[in-house]
């Protein structure tokens, strides 16, 4: 229940703004296309993200990085030892900064894919 000051306050407001009353729900009132544009923008988002990982995916099946070096995708079977033993060359590599960050992440992924818990 509103007060009579309150009452007319409002009533003022209306008068000054036309009339109109945004709890009649008018119909001049355009939609908002905010949620739209959203999933758009969400859906580019991820069709990046899938090219780019193709593209990764590529990269790492062509058995060459961006500095020509050969990259083991796999196709021998390595021991335990020897997994392990390469991942450390690999941290060393990137610790000497002769690697970067994604090819280090990339070819680590390989490792550790390659990797049996027994």
């Not at 036309?18 to 580019?44: C, H, I, M, W, Y």
């Not at 090219?51 to 990764?56: G, I, L, V």
């Not at 030892?81 to 690697?99: G, N, P, T």
Request: proline share 1%.
């Amino acid at each position: 229940m509103l007060h009579r000051r309150q009452q007319r306050s409002l009533r003022n407001v209306r008068e000054a703004a036309g009339g109109f009353d945004p709890s009649e729900g008018s119909d001049d009132v355009a939609t908002n296309r905010s949620s739209f544009d959203k999933l758009q923008r969400d859906r580019a988002k991820v069709a990046r993200a899938s090219a780019k990982r193709e593209k990764r995916r590529e990269r790492v099946s062509e058995g060459a990085t961006e500095d020509g070096e050969a990259v083991d995708t796999g196709g021998s079977r390595h021991s335990t030892a020897e997994l392990l033993q390469m991942i450390e060359e690999l941290h060393r590599a990137y610790d000497a900064e002769a690697i970067g960050y994604d090819d280090f992440e990339t070819r680590k992924a390989e490792l550790l894919s390659q990797l049996t818990v027994d």
